[in-house]
């Protein structure tokens, strides 16, 4: 089983910055591609950013230039690094990662974590 844990969301003002931290757990081969994803009111979730094993990170339109992703191999973790926060970036961020395993590879979830960017 795999386990992912979101952290570092918060309450800021807009213009503000926060950085997102998600650790993966258990048992696996290796991780393929890492992605952020987020999910307002009334939306449906929508990719932020992504980042594969070895190349380039893709972005959302809405957060190119403001959000970096990155990820630390050896500590099995993704980040994201938000700077230039708007009202609009308000939803639950989730992690998503695409894990090789014994048999074949999945995708798991972490639980999210809420950032709230106040006007």
């Known amino acids: 089983q795999v386990q992912l844990v979101e952290s570092g969301g918060g309450l800021v003002q807009a213009g503000g910055s926060l950085k997102l931290s998600c650790a993966a757990s258990g048992t696996f081969f290796s991780i393929n591609a890492m992605g952020w994803y987020r999910q307002a009111p009334g939306k449906q979730r929508e990719l932020v950013a992504a980042i594969p094993s070895g190349g380039t990170a893709n972005y959302a339109d809405s957060v190119k230039g403001r959000f970096t992703i990155s990820r630390d191999n050896a500590k099995n973790t993704v980040y994201l690094q938000m700077n230039s926060l708007k009202p609009e970036d308000t939803a639950v961020y989730y992690c998503?990662?695409?894990?090789?395993?014994?048999?074949?590879?999945?995708?798991?979830w972490g639980q999210g974590t809420q950032v709230t960017v106040s006007s």
């Open positions: 998503n990662g695409n894990f090789r395993l014994r048999i074949g590879a999945s995708n798991y």
